[in-house]
């Protein structure tokens, strides 16, 4: 075939996003031109997407101007994800409900946020005492954890496409040292997901705060402690000014996904070339999570132990205790009286369970 300004003709029939006559094997360059009249380009879609989390945050907030570049660059500039901060169009624990209603086109949040609809959303988001990354993911996309959670978010008229997955979470930030239990009855404390209800049998007054809420709370004494996300993304948020023991390891978040979250009848009037390219970039940003969440909690535990005095604490084996006990309390109770969350635990222990004779055995100790 001929060149048309350098370029194969063949190549512009491949990647052109206009209706083109005559591109084929006949040899004949021809422009629309059988009918007498040019089709029409394709046109622009732009989806408006709020968030949960601020742009000025680390992994969780920047990763969705990156997941926004992603997508304009394989679309070639046709698919656009315009951000909004959190509260720019809705209030940043309304993203997701607003996604439903059709008030949004699109949001970039955790399932969790939505467990006020039905707490069994928390678990797309992150279990207590759960599998590592590697075994979340293996659960959610060929245990049947995904089709779970298309068929519930579905019933909302929503599209929710895992598209970031983060390391462990750090336990909290505290204000003092907890030596035992009693030390934590009677706290006033933001606590996220299935673990809050851990800590409520712990006798702690839990509360869901939008993440650019929590510093201020904290600092004016509304809260006692405060648990949030990973090294990197409570650094951004400076927790360390006003509570310096740090505990770890993040029992109640071992794992977490966030998700892009899509109007169902907005996901449905999308071509399949634009479903499919969220879909893969949604699956980039799930590496570039691990990875960089990886890369960059050492360091940024680092400055806060050696420049800002923060004291790195572990939970002892008799406190992970009474949480795990606490927890398998919470999963009797909500399975016995909600049937989706029995349904979804009932998948992830299955295949939890059947996981483990490669768990136990394939990773060194």
């Not at 491949?14 to 031109?33: K, R």
């Not at 990197?232 to 023991?245: I, L, M, P, R």
């Not at 949480?323 to 309390?329: F, H, L, M, T, V």
């Not at 009932?346 to 939890?352: G, I, M």
Request: hydrophobic residues 40%.
């Amino acid at each position: 075939m001929k060149k048309l300004f350098g370029i194969s003709a063949a190549a512009v029939c491949v990647t052109a996003l206009v209706t083109l006559s005559g591109c084929g094997d006949s040899g004949q360059e021809q422009v629309a031109e059988s009918s007498g009249a040019s089709a029409p380009a394709a046109k622009k879609v732009t989806l408006k997407m709020t968030s949960v989390f601020p742009s000025s945050l680390q992994l969780l907030g920047d990763s969705a101007i990156k997941l926004s570049d992603t997508v304009e660059v394989m679309s070639g500039g046709m698919l656009e994800l315009k951000f909004f901060e959190p509260g720019a169009l809705v209030p940043g624990l309304e993203a997701i409900p607003a996604v439903s209603k059709g008030s949004v086109d699109a949001a970039w949040s955790s399932p969790g946020f939505f467990a006020g609809t039905d707490t069994t959303f928390s678990f797309f988001s992150t279990t207590p005492f759960g599998a590592n990354p590697t075994e979340f993911l293996a659960w959610m996309y060929y245990g049947g954890g995904l089709e779970i959670a298309d068929e519930m978010f579905g019933e909302h008229n929503v599209k929710a496409i895992p598209c970031q997955m983060i390391p462990p979470e750090a336990s909290g930030w505290f204000r003092k040292e907890i030596k035992t239990l009693d030390d934590v009855r009677g706290m006033k404390m933001r606590f996220f997901g299935l673990g809050a209800k851990v800590m409520d049998k712990m006798g702690v007054a839990t509360q869901l705060l939008a993440p650019g809420d929590i510093f201020q709370a904290l600092q004016l004494g509304t809260i006692d402690a405060t648990e949030f996300s990973m090294p990197s993304s409570d650094e951004s948020f400076g927790f360390y000014q006003v509570a310096k023991y740090y505990y770890f390891p993040g029992w109640h978040q071992p794992a977490s996904f966030n998700n892009l979250f899509i109007n169902m009848d907005v996901w449905n009037g999308l071509t399949a070339q634009h479903k499919r390219i969220l879909e893969v970039a949604c699956g980039d940003m799930v590496r570039d999570g691990l990875a960089r969440g990886d890369a960059a909690q050492a360091p940024a535990l680092r400055r806060m132990r050696d420049d800002h005095g923060v004291k790195i604490m572990y939970w002892s084996d008799e406190i992970l205790d009474a949480y795990k006990k606490a927890w398998d309390e919470v999963v009797a109770e909500e399975s016995a009286v909600n049937p989706s969350f029995k349904r979804v635990n009932d998948s992830y222990a299955k295949f939890r369970e059947e996981y483990a004779l490669w768990g136990d055995n394939g990773y060194l100790k």
